[in-house]
């Protein structure tokens, strides 16, 4: 099923300016944080999250510093923070979820 891009649809809608003030915000509110950073606002220790994943808080300390990890694990973070994981791919003409296996 081919998804259409709100702002596609929203463009036919909204004069250009009301577009630009739109998108501005939405790319404010869009968070891009690191998973220390999640866990803390979650008011979650990196003893607590560890034990919930069942590693210990140093194997833990160090996957939140990594640069690349792999996806199953980091759904079984993202479950033990109480979230889902959802992987989206963005082209120009779609939008495409990638079915990440689970564990």
């Known amino acids: 099923m081919k998804t259409t891009p709100a702002e596609e649809v929203f463009a036919k ?6 577009m630009d003030k739109a998108n501005a915000k939405a790319r404010r509110m869009t968070q891009r944080i690191m998973l220390s950073e999640l866990r803390k606002s979650l008011g979650i220790t990196q003893k607590e999250l560890a034990k ?10 160090q ?4 640069a690349d990890f792999q996806l199953t694990t980091l759904r079984r973070v993202i479950h033990a923070l109480g979230g889902e994981l959802d992987v989206i791919a963005r082209f120009p003409d779609r939008i495409v ?7």
Not at 97 to 103: G, L, S
């Open 13 to 18: 809608s909204m004069a250009p300016a009301d």
């Open 52 to 61: 919930a994943m069942g590693v210990s808080q140093p194997v833990l300390s």
């Open 63 to 66: 996957f939140e510093n990594r």
């Open 97 to 103: 979820a990638i079915q990440v296996p689970t564990a």
